[in-house]
């Protein structure tokens, strides 16, 4: 990890998961200042053809950061919505740490589907 | 098939590209905002970047130390009164910027005008025709302008051809260009 870095780890590297399942790590920062907080997000979001949609399914503030920490988080995955991706649409699933001040973020993108592999929303065939 | 996830005429990714200035620099725009007492008007037709360069001058006035409160108006989304009184009437900011102004009522424009002027506060507005305050800018699109983007989106040149039909279909609004862009990618 290079200087004024935040790096975001679930445990054993998994990054597919069925709906409801635990999802834990731990979230590690070194930075070039004492940041004033930092917040975990579980969120998904879209991306496409139209204005993407955004939705934070549940965060944690991690208290009184130092400026170098590893601090851990557990979740638990919602029902849904699934993974998917299309020609129009994708929905993609994400652990975001966002660090203030500076608005400083890392994302880890996540699978969130029954099979645990993202849903391909396939054209329909012509007649 | 080309997956909304690696379309690069995706919204987010569109989101990305900047105002690229065509007739003046950014600090002339400042400079001529500041002689008019940060009170004016972008003015220009659908898709012409009004949108993204309010938004930009909202940042380039947040690192000049002004505090900028927005008001974003479309046909689709309406805001409530009460809503731009409170924009309105607080006192923590020296520019209200709005997109849209002339979706608003005129009698609700005069009030906001009225208003700010009075409070001393800059105005800048979007507007699809001039008038509602003095012009500040005019955006235009142009072929170049629109191959210039859609270059910054597709360098790989992984973009459907006749560019600039696509844009004389659209009549120079970039924004449903790129959109047509995006369909005719994902068929790929």
């Known amino acids: 990890m290079s200087m004024s870095e935040i790096e975001i780890r679930t445990d054993n590297d998994v990054t597919r998961l069925a709906p409801g399942e635990i999802l834990a790590g731990s979230v590690r920062w070194n930075l070039l200042e004492p940041p004033r907080s930092i917040d975990l997000r579980l969120m998904w979001y879209t991306q496409g053809k139209g204005d993407g949609d955004v939705g934070v399914v549940d965060s944690i503030t991690f208290d009184n950061p130092a400026q170098y920490e590893t601090r851990r988080f557990q979740f638990q995955l919602p029902n849904g919505p699934y993974s998917f991706s299309g020609k129009l649409i994708a929905l993609i699933w994400a652990l975001e740490a966002v660090v203030q001040p500076r608005d400083r973020f890392e994302r880890l993108e996540i699978v969130v589907s029954p099979t645990r592999r993202e849903i391909a929303l396939l054209a329909p065939q012509p007649q | ?188």
């Not at chain 2, 590209?17 to 008019?36: D, F, G």
């Not at chain 2, 309010?54 to 690192?63: F, M, S």
């Not at chain 2, 409070?119 to 507005?125: N, S």
Request: aromatic fraction near 6%.
């Open chain 2, 1 to 188: 098939m080309t997956t909304a996830r690696h379309n690069p005429f995706a919204m987010h990714r569109i989101h990305s590209i900047r105002y690229m200035p065509q007739t003046c620099t950014w600090p002339e725009l400042l400079e001529r905002l500041r002689t008019m007492e940060y009170r004016g008007a972008i003015v220009g037709p659908e898709g012409s970047g009004k949108t993204t360069l309010l938004e930009d001058l909202g940042r380039h006035l947040a690192e000049e130390g002004r505090t900028c409160r927005s008001i974003f108006i479309t046909l689709d989304v309406k805001v409530p009164p009460r809503e731009i009184r409170a924009a309105v009437n607080a006192a923590d900011y020296d520019v209200l910027l709005i997109d849209g102004a002339d979706h608003l009522h005129p009698l609700v424009f005069g009030i906001i005008k009225h208003k700010t002027a009075r409070g001393r506060k800059g105005l800048v507005i979007t507007s699809h025709r001039p008038n509602l305050l003095p012009t500040l800018i005019e955006c235009h699109t142009s072929p170049d302008l629109f191959g210039q983007i859609v270059e910054t989106l597709a360098p790989s040149g992984d973009c459907p051809e006749n560019i600039a039909a696509v844009y004389h279909k659209h009549k120079g609004n970039i924004r449903d260009a790129l959109r047509e862009l995006y369909d005719l990618t994902a068929l790929k």
